[in-house]
């Protein structure tokens, strides 16, 4: 058993061995109940998917260097676990650390505090083919169990119109200087590098259905890459 943390390994953290993964979780539901005088049971409003905690046990011996790992245990970063190890968490540790003593090992619980979705690790970036440029269109798909949220970088000039699965979604307009930009589902953002462009974008932000999705555009495009984020739950 094994676990990454900031792109780091625990199989190469010197003494330090996995005794208990979690298992796998559907996340919990936020949601809201509602009383209603005279009426049977109640009504449930729900509010998404909350945040949870996954809690890896570890031990620690021969030669392990306890300030490393603490230092190493620490803040925010991607997390995969080799029990699922194709998907990427993302994961901040909030909780303190004890580590206990028991003759010559010691044991702690690390607790990571983890967003609803898990992502797919590693996964390949879609750019269109010079027949689909052609042609003005591209199928991605999102190998998730849910609607995912992707990053798609556009390079081309003047006005486009981008649809997704046969609907209008939005118009961007490329301004002088400018030959791409990235539009960014997850943070509801269009930027090139670190500058912000909503202003050149009318409309909403692609939001990817389960499975095989259409992307087609009108206006002119060079090139289009799609980074799906597949999710799951």
């Known amino acids: 058993m094994?676990?990454?943390?900031?792109?780091?390994?625990?199989?190469?953290?010197?003494?330090?061995?996995?005794?208990s993964l979690p298992p796998v979780t559907k996340p919990p539901k936020r949601t809201e109940?509602?009383?209603?005088?005279?009426?049977?049971?109640?009504?449930?409003?729900e509010h998404g998917y909350e945040a949870y905690d996954k809690k890896i046990e570890i031990?620690?011996?021969?030669?392990?260097?306890?300030?490393?790992?603490i230092s190493w245990l620490d803040g925010s970063g991607d997390l995969i676990?080799?029990?699922?190890?194709?998907?990427?968490?993302?994961?901040?540790?909030?909780?303190?650390i004890d580590f206990e003593r028991l003759l010559v090992f010691k044991t702690a619980s690390v607790t990571f505090h983890v967003q609803p979705y898990k992502y797919k690790y590693d996964e390949d970036d879609v750019s269109a083919t010079s027949s689909q440029i052609s042609s003005k269109s591209m199928?991605?798909?999102?190998?998730?169990?849910?609607?995912?949220?992707?990053?798609?970088?556009?390079?081309?000039?003047?006005t486009v119109t981008f649809k997704l699965n046969g609907a209008d979604l939005f118009t961007y307009t490329f301004p002088s200087g400018d030959s791409y930009v990235d539009i960014d589902s997850e943070e509801q953002d269009a930027y090139v590098s670190s500058t912000l462009k909503n202003r050149n974008m009318n409309g909403n932000?692609?939001?990817l259905n389960v499975g095989s999705n259409t992307i087609s555009?009108?206006?002119?495009?060079?090139?289009?890459?799609?980074t799906p984020r597949s999710r799951w739950l």
């Open 139 to 158: 199928t991605v798909t999102n190998r998730g169990n849910v609607s995912s949220k992707p990053l798609i970088r556009l390079t081309g000039s003047g």
């Open 33 to 45: 109940t509602i009383d209603i005088e005279g009426r049977d049971g109640d009504i449930v409003i």
């Open 205 to 207: 932000f692609p939001v």
């Open 59 to 69: 031990g620690l011996t021969k030669n392990y260097d306890i300030d490393d790992i």
């Open 217 to 226: 555009w009108t206006g002119t495009l060079t090139t289009v890459k799609v």
């Open 81 to 96: 676990m080799s029990n699922e190890s194709d998907k990427v968490y993302k994961a901040r540790i909030i909780k303190q």
């Open 2 to 19: 094994y676990f990454i943390f900031k792109n780091t390994n625990s199989s190469n953290k010197t003494g330090l061995i996995v005794t």
